[in-house]
């Protein structure tokens, strides 16, 4: 039998495993339930797919999203390994396929979205497989402490009462203490077991820059050093361009990259990058997973990320290689309100989410008591202007839709073109003859897909002018003329999300919201948002010391390269200032009566008095008759920002 050294030598060619790869393995390997938490670029995937090829029988892969396992998938299969993957974009026929061979055609690895758990077929055929390792990736969407909770997660737990006695390793990049309990509560543990590496990536500098001119600041960053490529994160996808352009007209080889281009020019964006022909991509939050490219020497995130568990997982993607790497956050006053705002908008009421589902049913044709487990494209440009709530409140209601169990979002990804037939048989012959060049289409069309009749039916047209030996263009022409006589209902390839209706078409009085959990919820993100707002606004202290504070990491020493760091270490008015500040914060943390601060002062600064004056003028102490209070950033733990 070959050991994890051999196979990692033989399919990734590396002599010695990353620190802890080879604990995890070990535990995965004999059988035991496995946390394993390693920062971003940590080799995660190793550690199951090792296992998942030393144990026999397949290893089922529950993953958030398709790009991610589309990589995998790829990356296993090119070492000459049997992978498979069912999602939404596979055809009902080849699921049923790739089915069989896990029961018999020596899969290994399967991928899944946590989504498919709650499939008849697929718990059916679970039941008869050789499981060998349950492996869940980014774990962290199952625990509602989490930032990108998900809750068909939480259905992972009922593979293990059909799988008995089949070990789970779990593996993410980004967990605080409450979520790495609750990870393994929800997972069904049989007993606790965290192998954890530090998240602290100590050869990535990071920098906060708080100013007005954004646009000014990213230009001199991105010219202050000529050597490897870069990540420019923006908030939306007009920026994405805008940045773009304006990197190039300084001759900075610049692309961009957001959901909204079409496959094929997402694909040859990112593929420029990777080459190296253009340094920088400016990109939405939709470019980087699964992504490993090792010369990414910065990452600057030009907007707000929604918490410091994202903003510290995008900037994770800097310095992969174990070079030097810088990560820099631009930010100003109305970046925090807009956020404020933005958050506001993304909890709509009860009524709103009502009225953003039943506009999506009704303008994707779907009646009460159809379209389960289907999934449909949606333009939600459209759908925000028809709903009349805008985006973010559209965008909100699709979430609270999702952690209801309704449906699941599909934010980035194009879904295939769907049809369904009205046409009644009696008047297919009058079609043909006034009409031929529809009638052949329709005709190949009924050849080429069965349940026409029933339900939307995902079509491609391509394959379909292939098949009629006709323009892809006039195609589209034939369905949309033949939609606007009543033939047939076209829901054309549009937009670059979808929505996979979990349940049926509900009646609106039917849709049973939790509005504890959303007000829950709603607190939560609250509290992340503070958090990521108490570590730009800290410039005491060690911007690493903060983040690793975050997650739950204690013994902590200062990186000596962040901004804060470099400020403290350069001496000056600057540094005294920071010594006196930490001073009065501690001070702080023992007294809260004035004249005991002001002795305790007077015996450490001989100018304590004009320290107290300048920390109260700018808002970093409060006083109030006799009692004094720190109002300035403090180093907060994760609980305390979240209560």
Same mark, same amino acid.
């Given at each position: 039998?070959?050991?994890?050294?051999?196979?990692?030598?033989?399919?990734?060619?590396?002599?010695?495993?990353?620190?802890?790869?080879?604990?995890?393995?070990?535990?995965?390997?004999?059988?035991?339930?496995?946390?394993?938490?390693?920062? @971003?670029?940590?080799?995660?995937?190793?550690?199951?797919?090792?296992?998942?090829?030393?144990?026999?029988?397949?290893?089922?892969?529950?993953?958030?999203?398709? %790009?991610?396992?589309? *990589?995998?998938?790829?990356?296993? =299969?090119?070492?000459?390994?049997?992978?498979?993957?069912?999602?939404?974009?596979? $055809?009902?026929?080849?699921?049923?396929?790739?089915?069989?061979?896990?029961?018999?055609?020596?899969?290994?690895?399967?991928?899944?979205?946590?989504?498919?758990?709650?499939?008849?077929?697929?718990?059916? &055929?679970?039941?008869?497989?050789?499981?060998?390792?349950?492996?869940?990736?980014?774990?962290?969407?199952?625990?509602?402490?989490?930032?990108?909770?998900?809750?068909?997660?939480?259905?992972?737990? +009922?593979?293990?009462?059909?799988? $008995?006695?089949?070990?789970?390793?779990?593996?993410?990049?980004?967990?605080?203490?409450?979520?790495?309990?609750?990870?393994? *509560?929800?997972? %069904?543990?049989?007993?606790?077991?965290?192998?954890?590496?530090?998240?602290?990536?100590?050869?990535?500098?990071?920098?906060?820059?708080?100013?007005?001119?954004? &646009?000014?600041?990213?230009?001199?960053?991105?010219?202050?050093?000529?050597?490897?490529?870069?990540?420019?994160?923006?908030?939306?996808?007009?920026?994405?361009?805008?940045?773009?352009?304006?990197?190039?007209?300084?001759?900075?080889?610049?692309?961009?990259? $957001?959901?909204?281009?079409?496959?094929?020019?997402?694909?040859?964006?990112?593929?420029?990058?990777?080459?190296?022909?253009?340094?920088?991509?400016?990109?939405?939050?939709?470019?980087?997973?699964?992504?490993?490219?090792?010369?990414?020497? /910065?990452?600057?995130?030009? *907007?707000?990320?929604?918490?410091?568990?994202?903003?510290?997982?995008?900037?994770?993607?800097?310095?992969?290689?174990?070079?030097?790497?810088?990560?820099?956050?631009?930010?100003?006053?109305?970046?925090?309100?807009?956020?404020?705002?933005?958050?506001?908008?993304?909890?709509?009421?009860?009524?709103?989410?009502?009225?953003?589902?039943?506009?999506?049913?009704?303008?994707?044709?779907?009646?009460?008591?159809?379209?389960?487990?289907?999934?449909?494209?949606?333009?939600?440009?459209?759908?925000?202007?028809?709903?009349?709530?805008?985006?973010?409140?559209?965008?909100?209601?699709?979430?609270?839709?999702?952690?209801?169990?309704?449906?699941?979002?599909?934010?980035?990804?194009?879904?295939?073109?769907?049809?369904?037939? $009205?046409?009644?048989?009696?008047?297919?012959?009058?079609?043909? #003859?006034?009409?031929?060049? /529809?009638?052949?289409?329709?005709?190949?069309?009924?050849?080429?897909?069965?349940?026409?009749?029933?339900?939307?039916?995902?079509?491609?047209? +391509?394959?379909?002018?292939?098949?009629?030996?006709?323009?892809?263009?006039?195609?589209?022409?034939? !369905?949309?003329?033949?939609?606007?006589?009543?033939? !047939?209902?076209?829901?054309?390839?549009?937009?670059?999300?979808?929505?996979?209706?979990?349940?049926? &078409? #509900?009646?609106?009085?039917?849709?049973?919201?939790?509005? =504890?959990? /959303?007000?829950? /919820?709603?607190?939560?993100?609250?509290?992340?948002?503070? %958090?990521?707002?108490?570590?730009?606004?800290?410039?005491?202290?060690?911007?690493?010391?903060?983040?690793?504070?975050?997650?739950?990491? #204690?013994?902590?020493?200062?990186?000596?390269?962040?901004?804060?760091? @470099?400020?403290?270490? #350069?001496?000056?008015?600057?540094?005294?200032?920071?010594?006196?500040?930490?001073?009065?914060?501690?001070?702080? %943390?023992?007294?809260?009566?004035?004249?005991?601060?002001?002795?305790?002062?007077?015996?450490?600064?001989?100018?304590?008095?004009?320290?107290?004056?300048?920390?109260? *003028?700018?808002?970093?102490?409060?006083?109030?008759?006799?009692?004094?209070?720190?109002?300035?950033?403090?180093?907060?733990?994760?609980?305390?920002?979240?209560?």
């Amino acid at each position: 039998m070959r050991t994890a050294s051999e196979i990692l030598y033989e399919h990734w060619g590396y002599a010695s495993f990353r620190p802890l790869q080879e604990d995890i393995i070990q535990e995965a390997s004999a059988g035991r339930d496995v946390l394993a938490l390693l920062p @971003t670029g940590g080799g995660k995937s190793i550690c199951y797919q090792i296992p998942g090829i030393l144990r026999e029988g397949v290893t089922i892969v529950i993953s958030p999203l398709i %790009a991610l396992m589309k *990589d995998q998938l790829e990356g296993l =299969r090119s070492k000459g390994i049997i992978a498979e993957t069912i999602s939404s974009q596979v $055809h009902p026929s080849d699921i049923d396929r790739i089915l069989d061979n896990c029961i018999y055609g020596g899969v290994k690895f399967l991928f899944i979205a946590p989504e498919r758990i709650g499939n008849e077929l697929f718990m059916t &055929r679970l039941n008869r497989m050789p499981v060998a390792l349950i492996a869940v990736d980014e774990a962290h969407c199952i625990s509602q402490w989490g930032h990108e909770f998900r809750p068909a997660y939480r259905r992972i737990a +009922e593979i293990r009462e059909v799988c $008995h006695g089949v070990p789970v390793i779990a593996l993410t990049a980004t967990a605080t203490p409450e979520v790495v309990d609750d990870i393994q *509560d929800q997972l %069904a543990f049989k007993e606790k077991n965290v192998i954890q590496g530090s998240f602290a990536r100590s050869n990535i500098s990071f920098q906060v820059r708080e100013t007005e001119d954004k &646009r000014g600041v990213l230009l001199q960053e991105a010219t202050g050093s000529s050597e490897g490529s870069g990540i420019i994160y923006v908030r939306n996808r007009r920026k994405c361009r805008e940045l773009a352009e304006l990197l190039r007209s300084e001759g900075i080889p610049a692309g961009y990259y $957001h959901a909204g281009l079409d496959t094929a020019t997402r694909t040859k964006a990112q593929d420029d990058w990777l080459k190296g022909t253009f340094r920088f991509m400016v990109a939405t939050n939709a470019f980087g997973m699964g992504i490993d490219k090792s010369d990414v020497r /910065m990452v600057i995130h030009f *907007d707000l990320s929604d918490s410091l568990e994202s903003y510290y997982q995008e900037a994770g993607r800097a310095g992969r290689d174990g070079r030097s790497a810088q990560a820099v956050q631009l930010f100003n006053e109305s970046d925090m309100m807009d956020v404020r705002k933005n958050l506001a908008r993304s909890y709509p009421q009860v009524d709103s989410v009502k009225k953003v589902y039943q506009v999506m049913s009704d303008r994707l044709g779907l009646a009460a008591g159809s379209g389960a487990e289907s999934t449909f494209g949606v333009d939600l440009v459209q759908l925000a202007k028809q709903s009349g709530l805008g985006m973010f409140s559209t965008l909100g209601a699709l979430k609270i839709l999702e952690q209801n169990g309704y449906i699941h979002l599909h934010k980035g990804l194009r879904e295939p073109s769907r049809v369904q037939l $009205h046409l009644q048989q009696a008047r297919w012959s009058e079609l043909r #003859q006034t009409d031929s060049e /529809m009638g052949k289409l329709l005709q190949v069309l009924l050849r080429h897909r069965t349940n026409l009749y029933q339900s939307p039916v995902a079509i491609n047209e +391509e394959q379909l002018a292939q098949a009629a030996k006709i323009p892809v263009k006039s195609v589209e022409l034939l !369905l949309e003329q033949a939609e606007n006589r009543g033939i !047939l209902t076209y829901h054309k390839r549009k937009g670059s999300s979808s929505v996979t209706y979990v349940l049926a &078409r #509900q009646y609106d009085r039917d849709l049973r919201l939790d509005t =504890r959990a /959303m007000q829950e /919820m709603r607190q939560r993100t609250v509290g992340r948002q503070n %958090a990521l707002f108490y570590y730009l606004k800290n410039e005491l202290d060690c911007r690493m010391v903060q983040i690793l504070r975050y997650f739950g990491e #204690q013994s902590l020493d200062d990186c000596g390269k962040c901004d804060v760091c @470099t400020k403290t270490s #350069q001496g000056g008015k600057g540094q005294q200032r920071i010594e006196m500040l930490l001073k009065l914060r501690d001070a702080l %943390a023992e007294e809260q009566d004035v004249e005991s601060i002001r002795s305790t002062l007077a015996a450490q600064m001989p100018d304590h008095e004009k320290v107290l004056r300048w920390a109260v *003028d700018k808002g970093y102490v409060g006083i109030e008759g006799k009692d004094i209070r720190w109002t300035g950033p403090r180093l907060a733990t994760q609980k305390a920002v979240i209560q």
